[in-house]
């Protein structure tokens, strides 16, 4: 076996449990003993068996001769009875008788069926020897001769008798055969048996030997090692290595080795945690730690703070308190040793001591063991230099921000949040209230004011603490100790804590008496100056007025006296009079308008202005004037767009900006008028100019009224009134003025209005919704129109187009209209308030005037809606009354209402009537 195979088996029978070894140590000499007994019982069963046979073969061979002599005796017998006597009858009939049962026995004797195939062979040669006899007692007579065939069945029963016996023998003979071949099996089992024996007895116990060497040998050296191997863990010596194997000195032996490896383990982290925790204390930020012994001898120094303070840990390890600092600091050692001691007896104590330069807050702490007793002690000191620097700046800041508190001129105060007692006051607070300090801290509102004045206050706080929120009291009266009733104006703030709820609450008060006493005179002169101003307007608007009156008839006078046969130095003085006298009704009628938008008073009728139509209608109205200059006139096409504006105004507006354009233009400049739309809903009408500018001192007087920056002096006519009134009418329409230019090369007016929906395509889009009101059930009617705005007449013919029957005429001026009444005598007059030529009332009442016209229903057109002006329209004579933009279901209503009324006879318009109004 090589060496590696028994190193195999060592390692298998040592991985064995030591139960199972022993069981084997027992079990090999047991099985030895158990194998040499089954033996031997093996061998004794065989001898048994062998001479159970042996007898049974002599039972057999007693049986066979007896089957044999049964034979001889039945053949004796017969051949007595054929050569003697009928007697041997009886020997011959009992052997035939004893016959059955001496074979039956034998078969039942004769186990192997070789040995009865040879029996059955004797038996068939029985049967012909009991045949033959038979048939010799049959045919043999006793004493009579015998005969040849008698003496042939002799013959043949001894023959018979021979075969029998052959037969029988042969039986035997197997029989015996049988017996020798069992005697030599027996005798081959008995030698092997002995073999066995002979072979097994000393194995076992030689196995027995071996077993009992390996347990005994093999247990206790390795026992030993491991013995070995313990001494050396518990010195910490490295172990001896071991065959590893699985019983339990193997697993003793790993364990020892576990143990090894867990204790180096062990040492290494102890070893990493001891050089952490040395590298933590030694870098202790900004302090130290020190364990010192019952001698107040250091055992360890470390910190961060030992090289601040120009020490090191080896000026204290490993000696006293004294030794290491007795030189350096003999102050430090007097008053640290009773605390050194004290932490020694088990107090601690936490001190705030300086060194050099740095301050510390020192700790004293005994350090006990488990059981408890103080085995050293431990100090740990703090630099708290910057800490104390820092709180010595807080408490300085504090101080500063104290004073500033003290010294704010408001009155400052500080409520506790729990019951809104003062818990800070400043000076000025003091001197306000009149009380002193040390009487307001700790005190509440009730204290100090009567009670309807604390409940508000309180009712205020409450309110800022609860929204958590900036509360401000613009004015809230407080009675004072010394200085009676004051306002103050308070802002009270909650002073929220960390977790945002309010902790305190801060409120800051302005004395505002005096500033409220100076705003109330203030109010009072403006009061008393708006009052002047609008009886300055008003003087100046009835001012106006009167003044027309008389002006309008110099200047109708002159109008004749021009026509009269003057010379020709009589007709300059007249021309002289009515230039002046023109120029005198346009500064009136200016003044009397800026009054009127000074007080509201001037009407208005915003409707939708077709912008291209006032824009080219001032043009063409500038257009002398410019070419007199040799201006040119620019206008840029508007597409269509309207505006929300009152036209004649707006042309006013525009008329007076291009007059400017031209009038301050250089010869043959140009002035040009474009527009922009600005998103999302007004349109920008820009005029420029060529001409000579507006310095910037110039722009901020631009719009004030009678300033003519300086052109007073110049030859250019004009009354500064011009601009004021257009920023006064533009921004009465909702819109704004505004001007920029460029001193020498020209100036740009924009006026911004809003953008309006024309009335044709709100028509359109109310007829798309179906809300247009077509056809009508009146016969052919004539219907005059008297309307300046192109849109409007647009629309008006646009609506009539629905209806076939009715002719539509038009007159754009109120003269033409008046003249187009009396002529057609129209079945509907429809009149636009505002007309160029004459106002709408006044043709109203020339209409009724006229009895060609009188009975002419007539219908107003005015985009003024106010109640006051339908009343008076209907009253003078005006059959209906509807409002712009035009609503087109409710005008043509209107306008059948009217006829209907015509035609039930009460259409004569009289004041009883109730005319119909939209
Ligand atoms: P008026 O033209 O009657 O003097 P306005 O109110 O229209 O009064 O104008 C005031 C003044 O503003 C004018 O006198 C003139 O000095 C100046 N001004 C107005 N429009 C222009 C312009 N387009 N270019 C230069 N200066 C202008």
Redesign the pocket.
């Known amino acids: 076996m090589s060496p590696k195979g028994a190193g195999r088996i060592t390692l298998a029978w040592a991985n064995r449990s030591i139960r199972t070894k022993g069981m084997l140590v027992m079990a090999i000499p047991l099985a030895a003993l158990l194998t040499l007994g089954s033996l031997y019982f093996l061998w004794q069963r065989r001898a048994d068996e062998a001479n159970d046979l042996v007898a049974h073969t002599l039972e057999v061979h007693n049986q066979i001769d007896d089957v044999r002599l049964i034979y001889l005796e039945a053949a004796l017998g017969m051949r007595g009875y054929v050569a003697a006597s009928p007697e041997f009858l009886v020997p011959y009939r009992e052997a035939v008788d004893a016959l059955p049962s001496a074979l039956a026995r034998l078969d039942a004797l004769i186990q192997v069926d070789s040995v009865r195939d040879r029996l059955n062979e004797a038996e068939s040669a029985g049967d012909r020897l009991l045949g033959v006899l038979e048939r010799m007692r049959l045919s043999y007579q006793p004493g009579m001769p015998s005969t040849d065939s008698q003496r042939s069945l002799l013959l043949d029963s001894r023959e018979a008798l021979a075969l029998v016996r052959e037969k029988l023998d042969a039986t035997r003979a197997e029989e015996d055969r049988l017996l020798a071949e069992r005697r030599a099996s027996a005798d081959r089992a008995e030698w092997l048996a002995s073999l066995t024996i002979a072979i097994s007895a000393p194995f076992g116990l030689l196995m027995g030997l071996v077993a009992v060497l390996l347990f005994t040998r093999g247990l206790v050296r390795r026992v030993r090692w491991n013995e070995e191997n313990a001494r050396k863990l518990s010195e910490g010596l490295p172990l001896l290595a071991s065959t590893p194997a699985r019983d339990e000195i193997g697993q003793m032996a790993t364990a020892l080795e576990g143990a090894a490896e867990l204790l180096a383990e062990r040492q290494a982290t102890l070893a990493e945690s001891e050089a952490r925790y040395r590298a933590l204390i030694r870098n202790f930020p900004n302090g130290a730690v020190a364990l010192f012994d019952h001698e107040l001898r250091f055992t360890l120094m470390e910190g961060k703070a030992l090289a601040t303070i120009g020490l090191s840990k080896e000026t204290f390890e490993g000696k006293t308190l004294r030794e290491a600092l007795g030189d350096v600091a003999p102050d430090t050692v007097r008053t640290a040793e009773p605390l050194f001691r004290a932490a020694l007896r088990g107090e601690s104590i936490t001190s705030e001591r300086p060194f050099g330069d740095r301050t510390f807050l020192v700790q004293y702490v005994p350090v006990e063991s488990e059981s408890g007793d103080v085995i050293a002690g431990m100090m740990v000191a703090l630099d708290i230099t910057d800490r104390k620097r820092a709180e010595e700046e807080v408490r300085h800041t504090q101080s500063f921000l104290d004073s500033i508190v003290e010294n704010i001129p408001n009155m400052v105060f500080v409520k506790s949040v729990e019951d809104l007692r003062f818990v800070r006051f400043n000076k000025a607070g003091e001197e306000l209230l009149g009380f002193a300090r040390a009487e307001l801290i700790g005190r509440n509102d009730y204290d100090f004011f009567p009670k309807d004045e604390a409940d508000f206050f309180t009712a205020k706080d409450r309110e800022v603490l609860e929204g958590k929120r900036l509360v401000d009291i613009p004015e809230e009266p407080v009675d004072t100790k010394s200085k009676g009733t004051r306002f103050l104006h308070t802002k009270k703030i909650p002073i929220l804590d960390e977790e945002g709820k309010p902790a305190y609450l801060l409120g800051i008060s302005e004395d505002i008496t005096e500033r409220k006493l100076a705003d109330e005179q203030l109010r009072h002169a403006r009061d008393e100056a708006e009052r002047a101003n609008l009886a300055k307007d008003e003087f100046l608007s009835r001012m106006s007025h009167e003044l027309r009156t008389p002006l309008k008839a110099v200047l109708g006078f002159g109008q004749i006296l021009e026509m009269d046969d003057l010379t020709e130095e009589q007709h300059d003085s007249v021309r002289q009079i009515l230039s002046g006298g023109r120029h005198l009704l346009g500064l009136i009628d200016e003044v009397l308008d800026i009054t009127r938008i000074a007080t509201g008073r001037l009407p208005l009728s915003p409707e939708a202005v077709l912008v291209a139509e006032a824009l080219n209608e001032a043009a063409d109205l500038i257009q002398p004037l410019a070419a007199g200059r040799g201006i040119r006139v620019r206008v840029e096409d508007a597409n269509g767009l309207h505006v929300l504006a009152d036209r004649q105004r707006l042309k006013q507006v525009l008329l ?2 291009l007059s ?2 031209v ?3 250089r010869e043959g400049g140009e002035v040009a008028i474009t527009w922009e739309r600005s998103p999302p809903d007004k349109l920008r009408i820009r005029i420029a ?1 060529t ?4 310095p910037g001192e ?1 722009m901020k007087r ?1 719009f004030a009224p009678f ?6 002096t110049g030859s ?11 920023k006064g009418l533009v921004e009465a329409m909702g819109g704004a003025i505004e001007a920029e ?1 460029e001193p020498g090369s ?2 740009v ?1 924009t006026v911004e209005l809003r953008l309006a929906e024309s009335p044709l395509q709100r028509y359109e889009r109310q007829r798309e919704l179906g809300q247009g009101a077509e056809g009508g059930k009146v016969g052919a009617r004539t219907v005059l129109c008297i309307e300046d705005n192109l849109s409007n007449l647009k629309l008006i013919e646009r609506i009539f187009e629905g209806r076939p029957q009715v002719r539509l005429l038009s007159a754009m001026q109120a003269s033409l209209g008046l003249e187009l009444a009396r002529q057609h005598r129209p079945d509907l007059i429809l009149l636009d308030l505002h007309l160029p030529d004459i106002p709408g009332e006044d043709v109203l009442r020339r209409l009724r005037e006229d009895p060609a016209t009188r009975g002419v229903p007539v219908v107003m057109i005015s985009a003024d809606a106010t109640q006051g002006q339908i009343k008076r329209l209907l009253a003078a004579g005006a059959d209906g009354y509807v409002t712009k933009p035009l609503d087109v279901k409710r005008f043509l209503e209107t306008v059948d209402t009217v006829w209907q009324r015509g035609a039930s006879g009460d259409a004569k318009v009289s004041s009883g009537s109730e005319p119909t109004t939209t």
Not at 691 to 694: A, R
Not at 716 to 726: I, W, Y
């Open positions: 007076n900006l400017n354009g009038k301050y233009n100019d001409g000579v500018g507006i110039g631009l300033d003519r920056l300086g052109a007073e250019v006519e004009g009354t500064g009134l011009g601009l004021a009134l257009s230019s020209g100036t007016f």
